[in-house]
């Protein structure tokens, strides 16, 4: 063989190696950017999930832990649950309706933001209608599951919820679901005199998707939770419900408990491997990256030995 063509096929094989490992450094870094996507997402959620607040959530027996987020930050006053879904959250409010819009319950930058009153609402809700805001997020975080409320069996399933504020507990009874218009003063004005009270109630009832006959009225107390649509810019998803002075017990508890500990479906396994944490998807990307390295070398000693090499050096008869 002609030294040139030697020279030759010595110069692609280096080429090609380097094209491949700069291939495969390629690939890992995007993997490694995509696990730490994956992360970075997961951390918006668990940070805006109920399950944060939890500690806080007031109770019959002792609402310490609720006064000691209110010393935190004065502008909790409230705490909402929706029985049967993810919203057990406690709600602020400011004097303007973009403060909590990208901060938390604590006032620290979240994406997520918090549940927050209108801020043109009596804390007491003692307004003919109130509004309580908060982003539709994936995973059901915040107001993220309202959407569900679209499907009629599981809007005539989940009729009930709590609403604490002035220090005691009341009863939430659903009985409407609307898809809205963000631009539609007709349903987000809040705080009617009574003169128009029977107009907006008969209003929102017309527009809405969903209904259920309970009785409301102008001498009752509404409650709407806002939030955004994912399939359309301005759209809106409505829930409302009645404020009652009665109790309604949560029937979802115990089956909840019972479904969390059944089985594993796709859901639970995206969650676990968006929880392992970051450095060890790094471990990981990195004992890969050494196993295809191994296996290239391990590529060059097969052709090595079965005279394949290109750049292999001459026998002693070529030499002669």
Known sequence: ???????????????????????????LLLLALGSYAMWDSNQVYQEASASTYEMYKPTTDDSLSFEELQALNSDVFAWLSVYGTTIDYPVAQSTDNTKYLNRN????????????????NARDFTDFNSIIYGHHMDKEVM???????????????RQYGNL?????????EFFAFLEADAYDGTLFSV????????????NLLAKAKHTREIGVSIEDRIVLLYTCTSNTTNGRHILVGRITDEIYADVFQTDETVEKGRGVDGQTI?????????????????????LLLLL????????????KEPYESESKDERS
């Open 143 to 157: 107001f993220g599951g309202v959407d569900k409320f679209i499907d009629k069996t599981y809007f005539d399933e």
């Open 296 to 307: 290239c070398q391990e590529k060059k000693k097969v052709r090595k030995h079965k005279g």
């Open 1 to 27: 063989m002609k030294r040139s063509e030697k020279i030759g096929k010595k110069i692609i094989w280096v080429a090609d190696s380097i094209v491949n490992f700069t291939v495969l450094v390629i690939l």
């Open 270 to 290: 995206w969650s676990f491997f968006q929880q392992i944490p970051i450095w060890i998807w790094g471990i990981l990307w990195f004992v890969l990256l050494l």
């Open 164 to 172: 604490f504020y002035s220090g005691k507990d009341h009863g939430v």
């Open 191 to 202: 705080a009617l005199p009574e003169n128009v009270r029977q107009q907006y109630l008969d």
């Open 105 to 120: 319950i604590f006032g620290e930058y979240a994406l997520a933001g918090s549940l927050f009153l209108d801020y043109q």
